[in-house]
């Protein structure tokens, strides 16, 4: 038995297009999900992975499979449809899994013959199974499983291409904020893997660069954070001769001995949302952890930093309390809390959210030709009514923010400081230019967008 398993590509997403920009390599990640699903296949089906980051193949010029599996994030629905409808013309049978096809299944359902919704773990035996004897139910639902269940991916099916390797250690995320729909599909409670596990399949990655995917790698509570210390404990034991970057909150930066551990464990750096610039901005995203028992965010930077951590910020655009001058405003608080890279994005509705329903509800869903328009589903496009932009000032505050935080004076100021800090030298410079390399590529796709060129009026912001 044949199986292909593939995740689609988005060809707005510039960032996964190594091709224009060989700084973009370092932000292509292996799709692991398919490589935790490969290691659920029994072991006599034949399994390809197919990434179309990297390459799309000619499909029909390769061996008819018995199945395809197909995973996606929103942004890759619509191309996920097309890949999933081309096999079934052929007549093979596609199923589908991840959190877009888990929150909107009947859209999903016109596509494909089944749709796994929810975690893959507890149901993917059963799917191969009945795909083999011919009966593939229309709905699996996977529920949340035991971490001690996720077995190792197959990190040996995808080869070469990849600057980072991938790994998760930990599922779902004890906070709730309303853009997030990591607790819709994974739910709040806070699951670890043993760390035996996660160290084993650490020692099968060839990548010397590995990303941990985790939504949030410490958690909140004393027993999270306790518990994060125990993988870095490990993972230092191990001398596994990584270095790796993982998300995080902010209160990362409150407790010196992990970030000590964390060092010593190879963290390189840290992505850390930060959200929004302002205190209504963090109550309207539902965030204010950020700012709990008077946090400094700029003290809790320096100190990862000290420890030669480096922090990327996240900040979003498009809050019903941003305000004209949003796009400065967030470059220059990136610019006070001292972060190595600044990660701006738009407020973007994704399906599964508080955000969407609320949206929804107002009727605000403004890129709502579906399933097209999910390819501005990636963040780096407008796709609702925000309250006090029109598309195209919201795309200038974007132009404005990137320009102000990546010019190539302040981009120099922060590779050469990291340079004589000797902190993450090589990280920073590659994640510099792929951040500011990438923001120049999204804003040349701002083009495709009817907004700018006066074609689709009705879902002009404003
Ligand atoms: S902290 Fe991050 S992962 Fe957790 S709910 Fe908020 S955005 Fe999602």
């Known amino acids: 038995m044949r199986l292909y398993l593939i995740n689609p590509f988005n060809p707005l ?35 390809t992975v197919f990434d179309e980051n ?19 994030f929103t942004s890759q629905a619509n191309r996920a449809y097309e890949v999933a409808d081309a096999f079934r013309r052929r007549g093979v049978s596609v199923v589908i899994g991840g959190i877009h096809a888990t929150m909107c299944c009947d859209e999903a359902l016109e596509h494909v013959d089944s749709v796994v ?11 191969v199974d009945d795909a083999r004897l011919g009966r593939l139910q229309r709905v699996y639902a996977g529920q949340h499983v035991d971490m001690a269940e996720v077995p190792p991916a197959r990190h040996d099916l995808l080869k070469g291409g990849y600057a980072f390797g991938s790994i998760q250690t930990t599922r779902g995320c004890p906070l709730n904020c309303s853009f997030c729909s990591v607790s819709a599909f994974n739910g709040n409670d806070y699951r670890h893997r043993p760390i ?8 099968t990655i060839r990548e010397k660069l590995v990303l941990l995917v985790d939504d949030n790698l410490i958690g909140t509570s004393p027993a999270h954070i306790e ?32 970030l000590a551990l964390a060092a010593r464990a190879g963290c390189g750096g840290v992505f850390i949302g930060f959200e929004s610039p302002t205190a209504e901005g963090l109550a309207e995203v539902g965030k204010k952890f950020n700012l709990r028992k008077g946090r400094d965010l700029r003290q809790s930077v320096q100190r990862i930093q000290r420890h030669k951590i480096l922090v990327a910020g996240s900040f979003i655009m498009g809050l019903d309390t941003d305000q004209p001058g949003i796009g400065n405003k967030i470059a220059s608080t990136a610019k006070t809390y001292g972060v190595d890279m600044l990660n701006a994005l738009f407020l973007t509705p994704l399906p599964g959210t508080r955000l969407w329903d609320q949206m929804k509800s107002q009727n605000r869903i403004a890129a709502n030709d579906f399933p097209g328009d999910w390819q501005y589903y990636t963040l780096g496009f407008p796709t609702a009514h925000y309250k006090h932009f029109s598309w195209s000032g919201i795309l200038e505050e974007m132009i404005a923010c990137n320009g102000r935080f990546y010019s190539r004076w302040q981009t120099m100021r922060r590779i050469v400081g990291n340079f004589l800090r000797r902190r993450r030298p090589l990280i920073s410079l590659a994640s510099n230019l792929s951040y500011r390399n990438n923001a120049r590529l999204t804003q040349r796709n701002y083009g495709m967008l009817d907004v700018l060129q006066g074609g689709r009026g009705a879902i002009r912001g404003g």
């Open 117 to 127: 919704a929810g975690e893959a773990e507890s149901i993917w035996p059963t799917v």
């Open 227 to 258: 518990r994060a210390k125990d993988l870095f404990r490990a993972m230092i034991q191990a001398r596994l001769g990584k270095a790796w970057i993982a998300q995080a909150t902010i209160n990362m930066g409150d407790d010196e001995e992990l």
């Open 196 to 203: 035996d596990d996660v160290i084993g399949e650490m020692r």
């Open 13 to 47: 997403v510039s960032l996964a297009d190594t091709k224009r920009s060989r700084w973009n390599r370092y932000r292509v990640w292996k799709p692991l999900g398919l490589l935790v699903v490969a290691a659920l296949t029994p072991p006599d089906w034949d399994i």
């Open 54 to 72: 990297l390459s799309v193949p000619d499909y029909d010029a390769l061996p008819r499979p018995d199945l395809v599996g197909v995973t996606a």
